[in-house]
């Protein structure tokens, strides 16, 4: 449901409202699990410069594709033709400036469960704040972002918490010269005793297509991730390599392949999509080959790990 509910001098009021009635029968032995939630419900406030945003919405940004280390509160995968994502509650306030400079401002509401990349949720009913200046660069932009969030840890073997504060700060940039090339770095500050206290990731990438029958194009991207308990020693060290190549063979069929490499663990993750799109259809059809764990949070889905076939059907009303 989408409704213009006003106008003002220059400006306007509309909301969006999106239910999600899920299905749920991937985990062997657990059943089947029915369920009606809200996908995204807000009301926003707008002129040409700036946008005031309230209720359940979508953040994300960042200059990578695969490997998102900005991934902070999203979980969107390029793989999946849904490109469904769970919603945060949030205010957001964006400003346009006129030299295409952008200034981001959110607040949100967090409800205990963990997003993006977190391996500890935030405290439920807490908030959450942070920022992200997006400045334009040569051919492209830089931007600086940061986040301060409250998490909190139970003992699976207590029923007492833990709450300590975490402190994010991302920088990311993105250019075309001649060819794409982006960067993401993100340093995570960590008071929990049992964890390390700083995670460092830092992520570059590039594509390019190439002038090969209707055009191949060719994505690679390369992840680092470091953690420590200070800031001038590595304790752990993960290293993963991705690429994709997608080609269109007619107007309404594209084929596309990913593959990443763990280094550490010397596992390769395979994906393969054929997807033919209609006016009001879309039909995709994924292979995977893939080991019995997730290699980000975007794979943690049941479906995505081991071996299979998925056929997903999509018509638009």
């Not at 999106?18 to 059943?31: F, N, W």
Request: proline residues 4%; hydrophobic residues 40%; aromatic residues 12%.
């Amino acid at each position: 449901m989408s409704l213009e509910l006003g106008s003002f001098a220059g400006g306007s009021v509309d909301m969006e409202g999106t239910l999600e009635l899920a299905l749920d029968c991937t985990e062997p032995g657990d059943g089947c699990h029915l369920a009606l939630r809200p996908y995204r419900l807000w009301l926003r406030c707008s002129e040409p410069q700036w946008e005031l945003r309230l209720g359940l919405q979508q953040i994300n940004f960042g200059s990578a594709f695969l490997l998102r280390p900005l991934m902070w509160f999203d979980r969107l995968d390029v793989r999946n033709p849904l490109q469904l994502t769970e919603g945060v509650p949030a205010l957001l306030f964006r400003y346009y400036f006129l030299n295409n400079t952008v200034f981001w401002l959110w607040g949100i509401a967090a409800d205990g469960d963990s997003k993006g990349w977190e391996a500890v949720a935030s405290k439920n009913n807490s908030l959450e704040a942070g920022g992200r200046l997006e400045v334009p660069l040569f051919t492209g932009q830089l931007a600086l972002t940061l986040h301060h969030r409250s998490a909190e840890w139970q003992d699976p073997g207590s029923p007492a918490t833990e709450v300590q504060p975490e402190e994010r700060l991302g920088l990311d940039g993105k250019w075309d010269v001649g060819i794409g090339c982006w960067f993401e770095a993100v340093i995570e500050h960590r008071h929990f005793a049992w964890m390390a206290r700083i995670q460092r990731s830092f992520c570059i990438g590039s594509d390019y297509t190439f002038a090969v029958g209707n055009g191949v194009h060719f994505l690679i991207e390369y992840l680092n991730l470091s953690q420590s308990d200070c800031w001038k020693t590595t304790d752990q060290r993960s290293k993963i390599s991705a690429f994709a190549i997608d080609y269109p063979l007619t107007l309404i069929d594209q084929i596309a392949c990913y593959v990443a490499l763990d280094s550490q663990s010397k596992d390769i993750f395979w994906t393969a999509i054929w997807q033919q799109v209609h006016d009001n259809w879309k039909v995709s059809l994924i292979g995977f080959i893939n080991p019995d764990y997730a290699l980000t949070v975007q794979t943690a889905s049941a479906s995505w790990r081991g071996k299979g076939v998925q056929m997903v059907l999509i018509h638009h009303f």
